[in-house]
């Protein structure tokens, strides 16, 4: 049985992520507040999915390189295939960390030079940006038997400038 405990976190923080994203319109000071609340959700939501794109690769690699259904050479090409949709699944989660740090870099910048509109905004859109690369994340996941939760629907409108 698998530890339902980083999913679980992963599920609240998504739901945390919800709630943080429709406050960003804010301005000034709150608005920062609100970007820093969801870059530390985000944060929370990223090392739950690392977490579980971990345990699952290498329960499924190890499972299918001792599978004592198949022979050795069969067992070994298993494993490597498994292995090969896991470096998809872990490039995918390269792509949205890096997209997240670009994030947390600029909200750094905006507490630096203090918050411009023009920051504000792109801290928006970069909020905006991560929502699709979570979904590729989560749907490379699902590909390869991982459950990394999906945002909610709703947040499409996000990507959309809704």
């Given at each position: 049985?698998?530890?339902?405990?980083?999913?679980?976190?992963?599920?609240?923080?998504?739901?945390?992520?919800?709630?943080?994203?429709?406050?960003?319109?804010?301005?000034?000071?709150?608005?920062?507040?609100?970007?820093a609340q969801t870059a530390l959700v985000?944060?929370?939501?990223?090392?739950?999915?690392?977490?579980?794109?971990?345990?699952?690769?290498?329960?499924?690699?190890?499972?299918?390189?001792?599978?004592?259904?198949?022979?050795?050479?069969?067992?070994?090409?298993?494993?490597?295939?498994?292995?090969?949709?896991?470096?998809?699944?872990?490039?995918?989660?390269?792509?949205f960390a890096s997209a997240l740090d670009?994030?947390?870099?600029?909200?750094?910048?905006?507490?630096?030079?203090?918050?411009?509109?023009?920051?504000?905004?792109?801290?928006?859109?970069?909020?905006?940006?991560?929502?699709?690369?979570?979904?590729?994340?989560?749907?490379?996941?699902?590909?390869?038997?991982?459950?990394?939760?999906?945002?909610?629907?709703?947040?499409?409108?996000?990507?959309?400038?809704?």
């Open positions: 049985m698998r530890d339902p405990r980083p999913q679980t976190l992963a599920i609240l923080s998504v739901g945390l992520v919800v709630a943080v994203l429709s406050a960003l319109s804010g301005c000034g000071a709150s608005a920062l507040q609100v970007h985000l944060r929370g939501v990223n090392d739950a999915t690392v977490t579980a794109l971990e345990t699952g690769c290498q329960h499924r690699a190890v499972a299918a390189a001792t599978n004592p259904d198949v022979d050795h050479a069969q067992a070994s090409a298993d494993a490597h295939a498994v292995l090969a949709h896991c470096q998809v699944a872990a490039d995918a989660q390269h792509a670009a994030y947390v870099d600029q909200l750094i910048i905006a507490v630096d030079e203090g918050d411009t509109a023009s920051i504000l905004d792109r801290l928006t859109e970069l909020a905006r940006s991560l929502i699709p690369l979570y979904a590729d994340l989560a749907r490379v996941g699902g590909d390869i038997g991982v459950d990394v939760p999906e945002l909610p629907p709703f947040l499409s409108g996000l990507t959309n400038g809704h």
